[in-house]
């Protein structure tokens, strides 16, 4: 089993900058992949980034340039760097954590950005 544990969402204005952070515990194997989405009300929850062990990026074409993710494989640690943010990127953000066959889900932090 796996724990997933997120912090760092709150809201900010247009333009501003947040970083979520998310520690895993648990059992947790040597190949995997860690991850952010996010889930807009009334959408489906959408992939935002995701990061393997080894360190290839994967970004959503509406976030590439303005959100880094990295990881820290001794810490079991992800983040999410968010700048630039925009009305759009308002949302829940889930931490993810995929290792065969399962996918572990943190319990969410909202971001919104307003004016």
């Known amino acids: 089993q796996v724990q997933l544990v997120e912090s760092g969402g709150g809201w900010v204005q247009p333009g501003g900058s947040l970083r979520l952070s998310c520690a895993a515990s648990?059992?947790?194997?040597?190949?995997?992949?860690m991850g952010w989405y996010r889930q807009a009300p009334g959408k489906e929850r959408v992939l935002v980034a995701d990061?393997?062990?080894?360190?290839?990026?994967n970004y959503v074409d509406s976030v590439r340039g303005r959100f880094t993710i990295s990881r820290d494989n001794a810490k079991n640690t992800v983040a999410l760097q968010m700048n630039n943010l925009k009305p759009e990127d308002t949302a829940v953000y889930y931490c993810?954590?995929?290792?065969?066959?399962?996918?572990?889900w943190g319990q969410g932090t909202q971001v919104t950005v307003s004016s």
């Open positions: 993810s954590l995929k290792q065969r066959p399962n996918e572990y």
């Open positions: 648990g059992t947790i194997f040597s190949i995997n992949t």
């Open positions: 990061i393997s062990r080894g360190g290839t990026r």
